[in-house]
């Protein structure tokens, strides 16, 4: 699953990439096709690909049969419809709305009260909301959400009370967030992404903590914590606690992990246009998340010399949380092994010489191999299972036969390796 839906690769545009997507839907039996997209909506949190796949399954008559399943899933906000809609026109404007998608998305509006319609109308959209409601034509069920629909297209929802909404209009930041903590109105990922906000405007630490200590966090994403971290580091007391508390409960994975975090300066590669993180901060997330759930991790970073074509590989000490993040990413790391790379042959068997035994192998890379002598798919995969992660999701790699390949990043990586231990024979 790519989760970066149209963003451009080093070996196709982002336009190919959704093409690609598209294509496959064609391949594949609806029903996994459906179940695909749910999983996508709900288990990895993806923002654009569910809608994708989507609107593909409508192409074809299975698909349709299909749909209705897939969108009480995959409309879960107001603007979910927007964007599937913007997607449906995107490559036809005057194509008629499918008969199963009208009445999906007409149900849709059902589920949304005035706040929630409200929080989402607004911005730069293709399609406007009022306009998805003209076009699907719902039956309200009471008198009461006749009259919502009629405000909404009408112009005359309620505004929303949300930080947006309160510091457009000019309110005091930090008498805003520090009301909206208190009253429970500032969503977590809200509230991660404006700590810095909230320091510059003069908020307490020990307000910020307060509210993070019963903060929901079910929905949030390793990486997240990192990039909030990132934004202000003074304040990774607040947010850590949060972050380990999101991996709680998950059930460990028994035995020897074996993890190799490629920090060549290819993973310094931005995730996207306009991500301030690169593809080794998520790798460092994804230790995090690796430390947590394992009951035993010996983490490695490599990398090299581009010039010599020799690789540089070593252990990362027992740490957790932000300190293992921060020393994967720090100086340190890079000052000692360099930042050319990979070159997995090498690497791997360095690594084999000193950890003889492994349940599972598991290599975080963008698969950017460099070594000229050596074939990377002849590289010891000494594990009893072998994962090559691809962060980059890029089209080419190095990672086949020997190895589970994935392509992507998700905080779900680690779901999907013990699912697929666990329905091994035996």
Not at 22 to 31: C, F, G, H, R, Y
Not at 136 to 147: C, I, V
Not at 241 to 264: A, F, H, N, Y
Request: hydrophobic residues 40%.
């Amino acid at each position: 699953m790519s989760c970066l839906l149209w963003e451009d690769e080093h070996y196709e545009d982002g336009q190919s990439i959704g093409q690609r997507i598209a294509d496959l839907v064609k391949q594949v039996p609806a029903a996994d096709v459906a179940r695909v997209t749910v999983q996508a909506k709900v288990d990895m949190k993806l923002r654009h690909t569910p809608l994708l796949l989507a609107r593909e399954l409508l192409r074809t008559k299975e698909g349709r049969a299909a749909f209705g399943g897939v969108a009480e899933k995959v409309f879960a906000r107001p603007d979910d419809i927007a964007e599937f809609l913007a997607i449906y026109w995107k490559d036809n404007k005057d194509e008629p709305l499918a008969k199963q998608a009208k009445r999906h998305v007409g149900e849709a509006f059902r589920r949304f009260d005035e706040y929630q319609l409200a929080k989402w109308n607004g911005g730069q959209k293709a399609v406007k909301l009022r306009d998805a409601l003209r076009i699907t034509r719902p039956k309200p069920k009471s008198a009461e959400q006749a009259e919502l629909w009629r405000k909404l297209v009408k112009g005359e929802l309620a505004t929303p009370d949300t930080w947006e909404v309160a510091l457009s209009g000019g309110a005091d930041k930090k008498a805003t967030f520090e009301r909206l903590m208190a009253e429970g109105k500032l969503g977590t990922l809200a509230f991660l992404r404006n700590l810095r906000n909230m320091k510059q405007a003069g908020t307490e630490q020990k307000t910020a903590a307060e509210y993070a200590a019963k903060a929901k966090v079910d929905r949030v994403l390793p990486f997240q914590f990192v990039a909030a971290a990132r934004a202000v580091p003074e304040w990774e007391g607040v947010i850590e606690p949060m972050m380990l508390r999101c991996l709680e409960g998950q059930k460990k994975l028994s035995g020897k992990t074996v993890l190799v975090i490629d920090t060549s300066g290819s993973m310094h590669a931005r995730l996207s246009a306009k991500s301030e993180l690169n593809r080794k901060d998520v790798a460092a997330a994804l230790a995090i998340l690796v430390r947590e759930v394992c009951e035993g991790a010996a983490i490695y970073c490599t990398a090299g010399d581009d010039g010599t074509r020799v690789h540089a590989t070593m252990p990362v000490p027992s740490r957790r949380g932000f300190a293992l993040s921060d020393y994967i990413t720090g100086p340190e790391v890079s000052s000692r092994i360099g930042g050319g790379g990979i070159f997995l042959v090498q690497c791997m068997k360095f690594i084999h010489s000193r950890e003889k035994d492994a349940d599972r192998v598991i290599v975080l890379t963008d698969e950017q191999d460099c070594d000229t002598k050596l074939n990377p798919e002849s590289a010891d995969a000494f594990g009893k299972r072998n994962y090559l992660v691809n962060v980059a999701s890029a089209k080419n790699g190095i990672g086949h036969r020997k190895w589970l390949h994935i392509d992507g990043w998700s905080d779900k990586v680690m779901d999907y390796i013990a699912r697929s231990e666990a329905s091994e024979p035996g």
